[in-house]
């Protein structure tokens, strides 16, 4: 896919819940959350997948893509999707990765 303009920083929360997963959130969740941004109605790895085969046309040659990931059992999923990329982790205050950082 070929994009319009490139980008210094892309920041992102995309929907990273499983369709599994999304059948299992607490009412108060799912009631009040739009399906689409929460689940890719698939495994949660559809939007990182696109967004990997995107980046070349996305990011300006020293742009930042700040991420967001769901659970971090999906890290290591995640990790392989984007292994064209450099990657940097940081921490939510749970001590989880929770943001992923990609310097092009």
Do not use: C
Not at 65 to 80: A, D, V
Request: proline share 5%; glycine share 2%.
């Amino acid at each position: 896919m070929k994009f319009r303009q490139q980008f210094d920083l892309i920041v992102s929360n995309p929907p990273y819940v499983s369709l599994n997963e999304y059948k299992k959130l607490d009412r108060t969740v799912r009631d009040y959350e739009p399906k689409e941004a929460l689940t890719d109605n698939s495994t949660g790895l559809m939007f990182y997948k696109k967004l990997s085969q995107s980046i070349p046309n996305l990011l300006n040659s020293k742009g930042v893509l700040l991420i967001e990931i769901g659970l971090e059992k999906n890290k290591t999923n995640i990790e392989k999707i984007f292994n064209k990329y450099p990657i940097k982790w940081h921490k939510d205050l749970q001590n989880n990765n929770r943001i992923m950082e990609i310097n092009k």
